[in-house]
């Protein structure tokens, strides 16, 4: 069954250095998310992209957040210069012709 | 952020008992909504979702109850198995390709 798949499963980062967090979504899929899930919180909508291009973020995503989809399988979440509190689960998701958002299993992301 | 609560942190049932889990909405936008499990240090799991023009969608032991007067919602499990034991997460969007907006979870604990 085809799935969602991240890498890596876990990141340790110092504050200020900047991480790539890479997703390769269901081949036949067309939208992709990015949320995250900060410890003992909910699960929080970062970016959603369609057709190349970002059809929604939140506030969470400000500048020091980007979004790719360098070749036909990756979709990468990039943190420029990262703080302590972008410590979270990271989940890429992604959607086909249906309803139904599918995630893969989440980079911790330890900023330290 | 309160549009999707559930109230309930955890549950506990009987093995081969009906486990009721409940969500409640604020957002008279939201159309579709997707329950989805989660075991720690994994991704959410897709399980079952309604579309806002139904008022019951069922598959298998897994029946979710929509009740768009009250902005409720329920996933109805079963008999409840021990590997249903994990967190349990209701969500929503105002668009089927929209950014999902997410409860607290419940985490549900089925006992021999």
């Known amino acids: 069954e085809p799935e969602v798949t991240q890498t890596p499963s876990h990141q340790v980062t110092q504050m200020g250095q900047e991480v790539i967090l890479r997703c390769v979504p269901i081949?036949?899929?067309?939208?992709f998310y990015w949320y995250r899930q900060i410890l003992g919180q909910k699960v929080e909508f970062l970016v959603s992209?369609?057709?190349?291009?970002?059809?929604?973020k939140s506030e969470i995503f400000d500048d020091q957040f980007s979004v790719e989809r360098p070749d036909g399988s990756n979709f990468t979440l990039k943190i420029r210069s990262t703080k302590l509190e972008d410590s979270a689960m990271y989940f890429c998701?992604?959607?086909?012709?249906?309803?139904?958002?599918?995630f893969g299993p989440g980079t911790r992301l330890l900023v330290l | 952020d309160q549009q999707v609560k559930q109230n309930s942190p955890s549950l506990s049932v009987q093995e081969g008992r009906i486990s009721i889990l409940n969500c409640d909405y604020t957002?008279?936008?939201?159309?579709?909504f997707l329950w989805y499990k989660k075991y720690p240090a994994e991704g959410p799991t897709f399980l079952i979702s309604?579309?806002?023009i139904k008022d019951k969608n069922e598959d298998g032991r897994f029946t979710v109850f929509l009740n768009k007067s009250a902005k409720h919602l329920s996933l109805h499990i079963v008999p409840s198995q021990p590997g249903d034991s994990a967190v349990y997460f209701c969500?929503?969007?105002?668009?089927?390709?929209?950014?999902?907006?997410w409860g607290a979870g419940t985490k549900l604990i089925i006992k021999p």
């Open positions: 998701a992604s959607l086909g012709g249906g309803e139904t958002q599918y």
């Open positions: 309604i579309s806002s």
């Open positions: 969500a929503a969007s105002a668009h089927s390709n929209y950014q999902l907006i």
């Open positions: 957002n008279s936008m939201f159309d579709y």
């Open positions: 992209f369609y057709n190349n291009e970002i059809s929604e």
């Open positions: 081949s036949n899929h067309l939208y």
